[in-house]
């Protein structure tokens, strides 16, 4: 018997419907991921579970009994507990008064210290790792999730619904969380990990059900699965995140930086005088592990970073020391890392949006008043081609997901039509479907004969797309390489071990 089971679950927003006949069950010690791309419908159903919305047709079932999931705490009852994307912790207050915060048993019987060895004894036995008496504003986001967890723990939770539990954490972190996760599931918990990632549910779930567009797609044992069929099932039709063909003859140099040196925030050197070049139908990748220069490079091509030394040059043109404006005119295209600081307006609608930069173009402006009509058609025809959801140029860019940002960005500025394209960790944070859309219009550019210079640390996505790969390492390249290189060689070269040292065999001792 399945510890939890929904049956034919309906859930509406108006006339939408964002659960539509789902079914799924989740046995006692599994991890159960739902996997899905933004929008699919997961967070949805896992708010049905746990009482917070009610679904409008159905059935719940825990352990074999059918329950009227009015509210959390009907759902806490019944042994069911979920830590949200948005943490619900009080920052002036300490871990272990977070934790009892509004548990009636803890108000007045208990003592500071034995609330205290509480915390301590279920910290222990998970590997948690949290200083119970810490306040929650100085600890770290990874240690602030596991207070969540500990919080749900205690009040005897033995199903444990995690919302996208790693879209906050760093790497060390996410493996940190992941191992607690599996001891949690040896001790009998069960765990359902909502996620978008593939990584997650082929490395730690034991069955998934993949969910798109509000249904299920399927629920099957992820030992029995694998990328290419999880991928397929999510997006509704094959996904090729495999490398794509170079397009062909190269050209002319667009981009040509020599001798680059820039500083970082700090005042020290970041880019140590590189040179490279970006030519007409070509895709360069610069390689490398996060913080060894490239963001730092991409901001001084874009101009967005004090030159100290050497030169940059687009389209034979030294623009150096020019203005971003400039650039911008000179052709140069960007696709910055962080969209929601540098790369849109969160405020203004995608209409607003997808002419950030060309305001004072005689397209949208006689001068003194916009074009409004101009505008509007010109964001719908580009809304329909990059498939920016909802296609409403109304709708504001902050309400859009990450995916759909990227989209906005993406569009507005291949309708510029760039010489040069410079994306920076351009499919970071996206899910699969909006990850192989920005790939393939990166390569659309490329194969208009554009010059793209792509960094990200990413390595599979440098692979999949680049003619030439520069791997950077502590402000400098470690060397050139391409895609066919092997991973040992890469894996070196972005530890700072230059080639030359490798011997034959590709070892080194
Ligand atoms: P997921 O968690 O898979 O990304 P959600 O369950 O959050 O997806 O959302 C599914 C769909 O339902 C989305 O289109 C979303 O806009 C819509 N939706 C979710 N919550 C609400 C709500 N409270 N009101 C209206 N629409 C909602
Ligand atoms: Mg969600």
Redesign the pocket.
């Known amino acids: 018997m399945s510890i939890v089971e929904m049956r034919h679950i309906y859930k509406y927003?108006?006339n939408?419907c964002?659960n539509e006949d789902i079914n799924f069950s989740v046995e006692e010690g599994e991890i159960h991921a739902l996997l899905?791309?933004?929008?699919?419908?997961?967070?949805?159903?896992m708010n049905i579970l746990y009482g917070l919305y009610m679904h409008d047709k159905g059935t719940i079932l825990i352990n074999g009994e059918e329950v009227n999931m009015g509210s959390p705490s009907v759902a806490i009852s019944k042994g069911i507990g979920m830590v949200h994307q948005h943490f619900m912790l009080i920052p002036q207050l300490t871990v272990t008064e977070n934790i009892f915060l509004g548990m009636k048993e803890a108000g007045f019987v208990l003592h500071r210290k034995e609330l205290q060895r509480r915390v301590e004894e279920l910290n222990t036995k998970f590997g948690f790792n949290v200083k119970s008496d810490a306040l929650i504003w100085q600890i770290p986001v990874g240690v602030q999730q596991k207070v969540e967890i500990l919080k749900v723990l205690m009040r005897r939770a033995r199903i444990l619904i995690l919302d996208e539990p790693s879209a906050v954490l760093t790497p060390d972190e996410v493996v940190e969380l992941f191992d607690s996760v599996k001891a949690l599931s040896r001790e009998g918990y069960s765990i359902i990990l909502?996620t978008h990632k593939m990584s997650e549910v082929l490395n730690y779930a034991d069955r998934v059900t993949v969910?798109r567009q509000?249904r299920v797609v399927d629920t099957v044992r992820v030992a029995e699965t694998d990328e290419n069929a999880l991928a397929r099932m999510m997006v509704g039709r094959n996904v090729d995140l495999e490398r794509q063909i170079t397009g062909g003859e190269f050209g002319a140099p667009l981009l040509e930086v020599s001798n680059l040196t820039v500083k970082n925030n700090k005042g020290f050197e970041t880019v140590k005088g590189v040179s490279f070049s970006v030519r007409e139908g070509e895709i360069l990748g610069i390689a490398g592990v996060d913080g060894n220069g490239q963001l730092e490079l991409g901001e001084a091509i874009v101009g967005l970073r004090r030159i100290e030394h050497g030169e940059i040059k687009l389209n034979g043109n030294v623009v150096t020391r020019s203005t971003i404006r400039h650039r911008l005119d000179e052709g140069l295209a960007h696709i910055p890392d962080d969209r929601l600081k540098k790369g849109l307006v969160l405020q203004f609608p995608i209409k607003e949006n997808l002419i950030m930069g060309m305001q004072r173009s005689d397209k949208y402006s006689n001068g003194i008043f916009m074009k409004q009509a101009a505008i509007e058609e010109h964001a719908k025809q580009l809304v329909e081609e990059f498939d920016v959801r909802p296609a409403d140029v109304e709708y504001l860019a902050g309400g859009l997901s990450g995916g759909n940002q990227q989209k906005v960005i993406l569009a507005r500025e291949v309708d510029r039509q760039p010489n040069v394209m410079l994306a920076i960790q351009p499919t970071r944070g996206l899910d699969i479907g909006a990850t192989e859309f920005v790939r393939r219009k990166l390569v659309e550019e490329r194969n208009k004969k554009k010059a793209v210079l792509l960094i990200s640390t990413d390595l599979d996505e440098i692979i999949s797309l680049s003619d030439r790969i520069l791997v950077m390492y502590n402000g400098t390249f470690m060397g050139e390489v391409k895609y066919d290189t092997p991973l040992e060689t890469f894996s070196l070269l972005m530890a700072g071990c230059p080639v030359k040292e490798i011997p034959e065999s590709g070892k080194v001792v």
């Open positions: 927003f108006g939408f964002a899905g791309e933004n929008g699919a419908g997961k967070s949805t159903l909502i969910m509000g």
